[in-house]
């Protein structure tokens, strides 16, 4: 299973492929983060994360794409514009037929590093050493955004198991109203051989 993580925000907007190889070794595909300038208008900048993350869908063909859930936070501004990323990129994805899966942050911290308060520079490490990766991905979103993949390998495929698959033709699940639900046959044999690793 080939997983995109999205770590949402509008001037820094992290992208992070992983593929499931072993159950306990998932493996890199690409990362990277799509940044907008922060003097233009908001729906230039949207455009423009719009037309990065089509190219990555094109060129990296992703099964699910794993976007953080936001949630509320003090400051205002950097909300309204992560969930403005953030509704952008699901309704991409969407459009492309493919499921997406939400994930807090701390159920990505947990998940990544054992505690659901671990801090950025705590991510980092552990995204670099479950990937073994030669050096640490910057900035913090692109780590992030792989954590996100990650964290769906490991927690979304299995804890869905045991739904009906999905088509990745969008038009198919608006029919049957499961938009946003269920597993692709990958995700699917990729929770059959993590419930197998664990037995």
């Known amino acids: 299973m080939r997983v995109l993580g999205v770590d949402p925000g509008l001037t820094r907007l992290g992208l992070g492929v992983v593929d499931s190889g072993s159950p306990t070794r998932p493996q890199l595909v690409a990362v990277g983060v799509v940044r907008t ?21 094109d060129e990296h063909r992703p099964d699910v794409v794993a976007i953080e859930r936001v949630f509320a936070r003090s400051d205002v501004s950097t909300i309204i514009g992560t969930a403005q990323a953030s509704g952008l990129t699901m309704g ?20 990544i590093t054992g505690s659901g308060r671990a801090d950025k520079r705590q991510m980092t490490h552990m995204v670099t050493r479950i990937l073994r990766l030669d050096a640490p991905p910057k900035p913090a979103d692109a780590a992030d955004a792989l954590g996100l993949a990650i964290t769906h390998l490991w927690r979304g495929a299995v804890a869905g198991a045991s739904t009906p698959g999905k088509e990745k033709d969008v038009l198919a699940r608006r029919a049957r109203t499961t938009a946003g639900t269920g597993l692709t046959p990958a995700q699917q044999q990729w929770a059959r051989a993590m419930r197998a690793a664990r037995a």
């Open 37 to 57: 300038p922060a003097d233009e208008s908001v729906d230039v900048r949207l455009g423009r994360i719009a037309e990065a993350f089509d190219q990555w869908i």
């Open 92 to 111: 991409l994805a969407a459009r492309r037929g493919l499921p997406v899966a939400m994930h807090t942050p701390s159920e990505v911290k947990a998940a």
